[in-house]
């Protein structure tokens, strides 16, 4: 699997030509993951269900930014990948953030410029922090989130092997043609091939886990580690993508709770509105937190519906092409 990744990776760092971090990063989210997700589908077993999802969070045009205390915010991560397995009615996930970081070698440490070092507290010391801006946030708008988890240990600790000290957050170096990350700690770690550090997620070896959507909003005091996610999971999939052609989502699969019975978020809506905040005495802010955009945008809106949707990165392979193209490289028997 670490083979595989590793090419698809390649393929998708291989075709930027230019060495800035934000097309490197666009040309994971565009072409690697959804190659990702194939291969995924390719391999998984009967009866069970294995997804790979991504969000692009990237901070340009000042979104996706956590704010905790004086001073300039900072970009929460350039990508989330979320990995969910299903069978029947159970399920398991887990997710990480990514932030990437311009091309060096080891052993310089990739959050020591420019906006590092708040990323390094950010991810390392995991302080409460506001989201800027406040729509990233569908439920309980303007209440404080934090990168605690009180519903779940490490999969080191349930699953008994030995990984990274349980990382929610890498920062990723992404040299061509082998992109290499490294969690937040000082001094730091051994770096590991990013194509590693995703087949691991895959198999639930890093990571963090998070709880299903209608178990990640308890209360508006208790907004940690799952309520990030799906904050930047249900944000990003309403978000335009920089290139404004394809949401900040990338439609790989859906997760548990995002389709619930067909209605979507609107039944998730109706649910949390039965579930008032424990111990809330203030005015509840509205459970709808993505409010109607204003008109200048449903006019950019409405022009971009009339206009040709141009692909970017590669094309979405269908199962029996990914098959085909995984059994030439040798990497399914």
């Keep these: 699997m670490v083979v595989a990744f590793h090419d698809s990776l390649s393929a998708a760092l291989g075709a930027v030509r230019s060495d800035a971090e934000l097309p490197r990063v666009d040309a994971i989210f565009e072409t690697a993951l959804p190659l990702l997700q194939e291969h995924l589908a390719v391999v998984e077993q009967y009866g069970w269900s ?52 311009k091309p060096m070698e080891p052993p310089a440490r990739p959050w020591k410029e420019a906006s590092g070092p708040r990323q390094f507290v950010l991810y390392e010391q995991t302080p409460e922090f506001h989201w800027h801006p406040s729509w990233v946030a569908r439920y309980y708008e303007g209440r404080p989130r934090s990168f605690l988890c009180s519903e779940h240990g490490s999969w080191a600790t349930q699953l008994g092997h030995d990984a990274w000290a349980d990382p929610r957050a890498v920062f990723a170096v992404l040299n061509r043609p082998r992109p290499w990350v490294v969690p937040p700690l000082e001094p730091m770690g051994q770096p590991t091939l990013l194509a590693a550090a995703l087949a691991d997620l895959v198999r639930f070896g890093t990571g963090h886990p998070f709880q299903r959507l209608r178990d990640s909003y308890p209360n508006p005091f208790e907004l940690e580690w799952s309520a990030v996610i799906w904050d930047l999971l249900q944000s990003s999939l309403r978000r335009a993508h920089y290139h404004m052609t394809v949401p900040d989502r990338a439609k790989t699969s859906m997760l548990q709770d995002e389709g619930l019975e067909g209605q979507g978020y609107d039944a998730m809506d109706a649910l949390m509105r039965e579930r ?37 990165g590669a094309r979405r392979l269908s199962r029996v092409t990914a098959s085909n193209h995984f059994r030439r490289k040798g990497l399914i028997e």
Excluded: M
């Design 50 to 101: 294995a997804g790979l999802s991504g969000a692009f969070v990237h901070g340009g045009g000042s979104r996706y930014l956590a704010d905790w205390a004086a001073g300039r915010p900072c970009e929460v991560a350039d990508l989330l990948v979320v990995v969910e397995v299903r069978r029947a009615a159970d399920s398991a996930r887990t997710a990480i953030l990514i932030q990437a970081k």
């Design 276 to 312: 008032p905040g424990e111990g809330d005495n203030e005015e509840q802010p509205p459970t709808d937190a993505l409010r109607r955009p204003s008109r200048r945008r449903r006019v950019g809106r409405a022009a971009r519906r009339h206009r040709p949707r141009l692909r970017t």
